[in-house]
């Protein structure tokens, strides 16, 4: 009897449960649809109301002791019916987080917990006008920030060619540290927030962060490439001053700068290669001239033709001056199809190939090019490095001719104006057997180490008789023979 009693009892406790569970189920469902269909009008009652029906469902619905097979079913489909209420309340997380201060409450009602998700609600982000776009200041801060990277290394590899001086050591310190900077503070969140704080601190609003972080990028890409492009002119400026004063190891050592701040620029390998032949390293010089020869430029085919009036092919063990005869007729043609006429330039040609003519005992030609070349050198007013050989040529051209006359007042030129630019050009006296001028001619721009007041002072009153007192006896040689 008492089991039928006991029975009894714990089928007419399962139905009250069941019944207050569905009641709770009928209210929460009675609570979504009065916020759904005030939304925006819901009042701060209702949300809450609505919050505290679930909660009142979660703790009915909360299993206090093993189902039996009848009961999991009945649970299944309640559960199915909370999942599909669960999924409206979820819909409706703005107009609640919106309406209520859900923080305030769900501390009130102990419900600080992932348990109770409902009242883990957050406020819609209010998204200003300004931050809708802050996703491309991001990317613009980020590829502005790449440029000036890359200039950057350029400038550092440029600064590590030979001794850095204070100045450019702590311009580079300061562009490097202004770069880490930045980009620290557009690539990692710990770097993000210190420059948010930095911008709060002089209460920059957050809705113009992100632009003024790309403001800050472009102001350092405009100093790295100010300084970029500074550097390239003032190395070219530089370097040829140094090549003008024979400070060739100075030069070398500024246009290897140049080349790592801007490779694709072949000037630096034309400047690198004239420096190569002044001290006669001929295959080091054809190098470099011929980057610059690629270009078709008049001066790059010039200095790669005039390079080879010397140079000895390393397979033949021979000079073959017929190949800078052919450069140089092809940058002559070039050189007299610019408008207007470069006159140095145009000396340059005819200077080197009167000379590679002269190395082939082509006399005549020879002269033809070597007059043009001279009568263009004293039309150019300033002191052109180079100057002045044309006369020595042509000096020479005229005693394989047999006019002596005209031999010595070339020579006379020569003495007085000569003035070789490399070291080949030099040891062309020699090998004309013409060492008492070559100990006359002006050296100062070969190499360093003379200065051309002390070369007037010291050598000049010396030459002044030697062409003078050496030709007579020449003239009278050729006369007997005669």
Not at 6 to 22: V, W
Not at 116 to 135: A, K
Not at 306 to 323: E, Q
Not at 370 to 392: F, P, R, V
Request: aromatic content about 8%; hydrophobic content about 40%.
């Amino acid at each position: 009897m008492e089991n039928v009693l006991d029975t009894s009892m714990d089928n007419n406790d399962t139905k009250a449960e069941s019944t207050e569970l569905a009641a709770a189920i009928k209210r929460y469902e009675d609570a979504l649809h009065v916020v759904e269909k005030n939304k925006a009008r819901s009042d701060k009652s209702q949300i809450l109301a609505l919050l505290v029906a679930r909660d009142e469902l979660e703790n009915l619905f909360t299993l206090k002791e093993k189902p039996d097979d009848k009961e999991f079913s009945q649970l299944f489909t309640i559960d199915q019916q909370v999942v599909e209420l669960d999924i409206r309340l979820r819909r409706l997380e703005d107009v609640i987080a919106s309406t209520i201060s859900i923080d305030k409450w769900k501390l009130r009602l102990n419900r600080d917990d992932e348990k109770h998700w409902w009242w883990q609600f957050e406020p819609p982000r209010h998204v200003d006008t300004w931050d809708r776009l802050d996703w491309l200041w991001d990317m613009l801060t980020l590829g502005t920030l790449a440029v000036a990277a890359s200039f950057m290394v350029s400038i550092i590899s440029a600064l590590s060619v030979g001794s850095l001086t204070v100045a450019s050591t702590l311009s580079t310190i300061a562009q490097v540290g202004g770069l880490a900077i930045v980009s620290q503070g557009a690539l990692t969140e710990n770097g993000q927030q210190k420059v948010r704080d930095f911008m709060n601190r002089f209460r920059i609003p957050s809705r113009f962060q992100s632009e003024f972080m790309l403001l800050l990028a472009l102001l350092l890409l405009g100093t790295v490439y100010g300084t970029h492009m500074s550097l390239n002119d003032l190395y070219l400026e530089d370097g040829r001053e140094a090549y003008q004063q024979g400070d060739l190891g100075d030069a070398e050592t500024i246009f290897m700068r140049g080349l790592e701040i801007e490779p694709d620029n072949s000037t630096y390998n034309a400047e690198l290669g004239r420096i190569y032949e002044s001290l006669g390293a001929l295959d080091k010089a054809i190098e470099q001239y011929y980057y610059n020869a690629q270009s078709g430029g008049v001066k790059g085919i010039n200095d790669l033709g005039r390079a080879y009036i010397n140079w000895v092919n390393p397979a033949t063990k021979n000079n073959d001056p017929s190949l800078a005869e052919a450069y140089l007729l092809l940058a002559l043609q070039r050189a007299n199809t610019q408008d207007p006429p470069n006159n140095d330039l145009l000396y340059q040609v005819n200077r080197n190939l009167g000379w590679t003519l002269l190395k082939q005992k082509k006399y005549d030609a020879a002269e033809r090019y070597l007059k043009t070349a001279i009568t263009l050198d004293e039309s150019i007013t300033m002191n052109q490095i180079g100057g002045g050989m044309a006369y020595c040529f042509l000096g020479m051209v005229y005693e394989q001719q047999g006019k002596l006359a005209q031999a010595r007042s070339n020579w006379s030129n020569c003495v007085q104006k000569a003035r070789p630019e490399t070291i080949h050009e030099y040891r062309w006296f020699s090998e004309v057997n013409k060492n008492d001028i070559a100990a006359c001619i002006n050296t100062s721009k070969i190499v360093s180490g003379l200065d051309e007041t002390q070369f007037e002072d010291k050598f000049r009153a010396d030459c002044s008789v030697l062409i003078t007192a050496s030709y007579p006896l020449a003239e009278a040689r050729v006369a007997a023979r005669e």
